[in-house]
């Protein structure tokens, strides 16, 4: 079945990068933006997505708080941490808040490794 | 005037951070192929100690008129600001490598400066933070 993911991300080539490995991936599923931390709170609330994806380096905040906004107001979210620094700190505070880190760029085989644990995990709580 | 400051480091200091370097730009090599879906030539990386002078000198010898530049500060253990810098008359030809084919010329021109900023963040992030790794 069709999900709802939300793709956070200030620079619209990330998220058209996003997008489009969605395209090969899951062209079925909604897809929510946002550019800043700010969209993407309001997205969460009225949009209700499953999955998100959230780039690291934004301006006016960063997206490992954001990411760990998401976990606290939807506990069992999938989140992913996008982002060109992988920094073995950024790598281990993105694990800490239970999310999972993808590097920059995002390649379709790491969303589709993501997204397809992601599906795994909802089916599984929802059966 | 300032005393050269490439007697700062000995031979062994100036090796390692060629080597350190050199990890950084592999990975930022390694960004820009994945990004552009071809393969990205390095040559062996040279590293100098230069002042503000020089460095501007030797941009102004070497390099076309026009430049664009992509900034990134860090700060840690060590506070520094790096850029990205190349010739202003190939950027088009590098957002169109990394956009892919499927826009218009209008959509691509529309997205220069966001995907310049973007794809330098990628590559400058991808390099610095190699380097950090290693300290």
Request: hydrophobic share 50%; proline share 5%; with cysteine.
């Amino acid at each position: 079945m069709p999900y709802k993911i939300l793709i956070v991300d200030d620079s619209k080539l990330a998220r058209m990068a996003v997008n489009k490995a969605l395209n090969a991936l899951y062209p079925d599923w909604v897809r929510l933006e946002a550019a800043n931390a700010e969209q993407a709170l309001t997205a969460l609330n009225e949009g209700n997505p499953d999955v998100a994806v959230v780039d690291f380096n934004m301006p006016g905040g960063n997206g490992l708080d954001l990411a760990a906004a998401f976990r606290a107001a939807k506990p069992g979210m999938a989140v992913a941490v996008v982002s060109a620094n992988r920094q073995q700190e950024i790598l281990n505070r993105t694990r800490a808040i239970g999310a999972t880190f993808l590097p920059k760029p995002l390649t379709e085989e790491a969303l589709g490794d993501f997204l397809k644990a992601a599906v795994h995990k909802m089916t599984q709580t929802r059966s | 005037m300032n005393p050269p400051p490439a007697t700062v480091l000995d031979q062994l200091e100036l090796d390692a951070l060629t080597e350190l370097v050199n990890l950084g730009i592999g990975q930022a090599a390694n960004s820009l192929a994945e990004m552009v879906r071809d393969e990205v030539t390095l040559s062996v990386p040279k590293v100098a100690l230069v002042s503000r002078e020089e460095a501007i000198r030797t941009l102004g010898e070497r390099e076309a008129k026009n430049l664009v530049a992509v900034h990134q500060v860090f700060e840690g253990d060590i506070t520094g600001r790096a850029l990205l810098i190349f010739p202003e008359a190939r950027s088009l030809e590098l957002v169109r490598a990394v956009i892919g084919g499927s826009l218009s010329i209008e959509e691509i021109i529309e997205l220069e400066q966001e995907a310049l900023a973007e794809t330098g963040n990628i590559i400058l992030n991808g390099c610095l933070a190699t380097m950090a790794n290693q300290l």
